[in-house]
């Protein structure tokens, strides 16, 4: 079995960053108690807050990402053979973004994987390359973690009075920005290092989900779904998902 070693990461964020201030002129505020357990104080949005229009799409941010990840190991697109992408807000449900985000890399032929679990798409994602390049199918993998919220929420305060958007809109606003990371690995022979294992698992089988991306799939006839205020809603338990997450975690670093 090989051993992975992860050689260098990239990052991209787009625009300048927007702070809670701004959000409020569009949006409206916050309790300081509730702002103060956000611990959010900027983002990074596609979304023109004013307009709506994007600047760039999710492919493009990952994009970059995976760029500066290469230049900082020394390495070129073509040296790659494995691309796993994860992203709960891809450009379209098909095809799948990694393979934009190849185009866009300029490779003709790559193998590539996309992921779709939210929050912890882009550790799952890791997982994958890691298994693929200690079983030997492949050698230097990049996995990237993307992600373009802003459309979905920026339609929420566009065009009304920030007295008038919902309290429970506004938590997701306020929670969430865009942006992609990366991570380049590389599988060897070398002794020692690298990655030691893992835990995976979905410890919240029985409850609501805590985050919801609605609209444009199959869960209902189109026709129904356009009768929707918004065609696409994320739909967001903050509160619950907060007080939960802490015991996700506990669990997961006491399996391993």
């Not at 611990?39 to 995976?66: F, L, Y």
């Not at 890691?130 to 993998?141: F, I, K, N, V």
């Not at 991306?213 to 869960?219: I, L």
Request: proline share 5%; aromatic share 4%.
């Amino acid at each position: 079995m090989k051993r992975v070693r992860m050689l260098s990461t990239g990052g991209y964020l787009p625009g300048d960053p927007i702070t809670n201030d701004e959000v409020e002129r569009f949006a409206g505020g916050l309790p300081p108690d509730i702002l103060e357990g956000l611990q959010v104080e900027t983002r990074h949005w596609i979304a023109d807050p004013e307009t709506g229009e994007q600047s760039e799409t999710n492919s493009d941010m990952a994009c970059k990402a995976v760029q500066q990840a290469l230049e900082r190991a020394d390495l070129e697109a073509g040296d790659l053979d494995l691309l796993v992408v994860s992203t709960a807000s891809p450009e379209y449900h098909l095809p799948p973004t990694a393979t934009f985000v190849q185009e866009k890399l300029g490779l003709e032929r790559l193998a590539t994987v996309d992921i779709r679990s939210g929050c912890a798409g882009a550790v799952e994602a890791l997982d994958l390359a890691r298994m693929y390049l200690e079983r030997g199918d492949h050698r230097t993998a990049v996995v990237v973690g993307s992600e373009a919220i802003s459309p979905l929420i920026v339609p929420v305060f566009l065009g009304i009075e920030p007295g008038k958007v919902r309290m429970r809109d506004k938590l997701g606003i306020y929670s969430f920005g865009d942006g992609a990371g990366a991570m380049v690995l590389q599988g060897g022979d070398e002794d020692g290092g690298g990655f030691e294992g893992s835990a995976i698992a979905s410890v919240g089988g029985l409850r609501a989900p805590g985050m919801q991306v609605v609209g444009g799939g199959t869960h209902s006839p189109i026709h129904t779904q356009l009768e929707a205020k918004r065609l696409v809603e994320m739909k967001v338990d903050v509160v619950e998902s907060g007080r939960f997450t802490p015991y996700v975690l506990t669990e997961g670093l006491a399996e391993r």
